[in-house]
């Protein structure tokens, strides 16, 4: 049996015990090639201080640096959100070895000050590599941006959707309307949208049933708790679950919102997610959703911030003939079918192996 190829998995993202969903799909990624190649990680898990956040990186550039002699030039160096460690990887363009970078999203949204001055060191790197993209959107993005050769990149969805995890397994119909949201709890993920909307819905009584339910973590998850107490609508927020128990969760729900605004948004793998499950989506029109939503038929569309149109489209949905719902569904189901992560992955690895 002859000798797998190496890969050295670079990732300042990574899962814990303590954060399972996390860089899962880093984690994903990992289990799917690790048939294929010889798998050793460099990686960061979350961490909260600033100083721990510090000796972290500190840690995770001196791994990488000790790849520039344990790296061989038959050795792949797969590196996930490459913008944060880009200084560390100038000598392995310099040694010619075979770096593959796989951008997510916000690392090629050079929109601080900070991330301008680490795409210094990145962009001389990004013709030297092969790249990796979540979606067909991004691609075109990257091409008009720096002008890189279409022969260097694949689009590779993030992982894909695991169907034997997310898959419809409703255990029975609600009495209430299930409206659900799932996203990290910061502001550029349009949680506030989110809760404006409802807060219309309740405010003109147009849906008298109507729960909530959010899963996610993060900074905003305090002022989300009292904005929602507020409104007077029960809820439940659940934090940091597996797939399994997230693809329990989809089940519940009726319909997924996705309101993020934020520009960086790649691809939205929540979304196709909740479509597995049978689950419309009703997105925002921007970036990744843009790839895998059509109106009207497996979910819909409304304008970015546009919390009033948002209502508007929950409405819409929830007013539909239960026939109309269940087509939505099915069309849903086809959608995420395309992203099956068996398929994607198998392509994936194929790609690998000819470079």
Same mark, same amino acid.
């Given at each position: 049996m ?26 994903n ?38 790849l520039?002699?344990? *790296? ?5 160096v797969?590196?996930?959100?490459p913008?944060?460690?880009?200084l ?12 593959v970078? #796989?951008?997510?999203?916000s ?5 601080t000050t900070?991330?301008k ?8 790197g990004?013709?030297?590599s &092969? ?17 890189? *050769?279409?022969?260097?990149?694949f689009?590779?969805?993030?992982? /894909?959707?695991?169907?034997k ?8 119909? #609600? *009495?209430s309307?299930i409206?659900g949201?799932v ?10 949208i ?13 849906? &008298? ?6 899963? /996610?973590?993060?900074?905003d ?11 007077d609508?029960k ?15 989809? #089940? ?7 309101? &993020?605004?934020r ?10 997610e909740?479509?597995?499950? /049978? ?7 921007i ?8 109106? #009207? ?36 189901? &086809? ?12 392509d ?8």
């Amino acid at each position: 049996m002859s000798k797998k190829q190496r890969l050295y998995l670079v990732s300042n993202m990574y899962p814990s015990t303590e954060n399972v969903r996390y860089g899962i799909f880093v984690k994903n990624f990992e289990i799917a090639v690790s048939d294929f190649f010889e798998v050793e990680k460099v990686v960061l898990t979350k961490k909260y201080s600033f100083l721990s956040k510090f000796l972290g990186y500190l840690k995770l550039y001196f791994q990488i640096i000790q790849l520039y002699f344990k *790296s061989g030039k038959n050795d792949l160096v797969y590196v996930h959100f490459p913008l944060h460690v880009a200084l560390a990887l100038v000598p392995l363009w310099w040694l010619n070895r075979k770096v593959v970078l #796989n951008f997510h999203g916000s690392d090629l949204i050079f929109n601080t000050t900070f991330k301008k001055a680490l795409s210094f060191f990145l962009k001389p790197g990004l013709k030297k590599s &092969t790249i990796v993209l979540p979606s067909n959107y991004y691609k075109e993005k990257l091409i008009a941006k720096f002008n890189i *050769s279409k022969s260097k990149l694949f689009v590779y969805p993030s992982g /894909g959707i695991n169907s034997k995890v997310f898959s419809p397994n409703r255990k029975s119909e #609600n *009495s209430s309307f299930i409206i659900g949201f799932v996203s990290n709890f910061i502001e550029g993920k349009g949680w506030r949208i989110f809760l404006d909307a409802l807060k219309k819905i309740k405010s003109e009584n147009s849906i &008298t049933n109507f729960e909530i339910l959010m899963v /996610g973590d993060g900074p905003d998850k305090p002022e989300i708790e009292d904005l929602l107490a507020d409104l007077d609508i029960k809820f439940e927020i659940i934090s940091n679950i597996s797939q399994k128990e997230l693809a329990a969760i989809y #089940n519940q729900m009726n319909v997924f919102i996705f309101p &993020t605004y934020r520009e960086e948004e790649s691809l939205g793998l929540v979304g196709l997610e909740a479509m597995a499950c /049978g689950i419309p989506v009703i997105a925002t029109k921007i970036g990744g959703p843009l790839g895998y939503i059509v109106d #009207n038929e497996n979910g819909f569309l409304f304008d970015i911030k546009n919390a009033t149109m948002l209502a508007e489209k929950i409405l819409d949905f929830y007013k539909l003939p239960e026939i109309e719902k269940n087509k939505m569904k099915r069309n849903a189901i &086809t959608t995420a079918q395309n992203y099956d992560s068996l398929t994607v992955n198998k392509d994936l690895v194929a790609f690998l192996k000819n470079l």
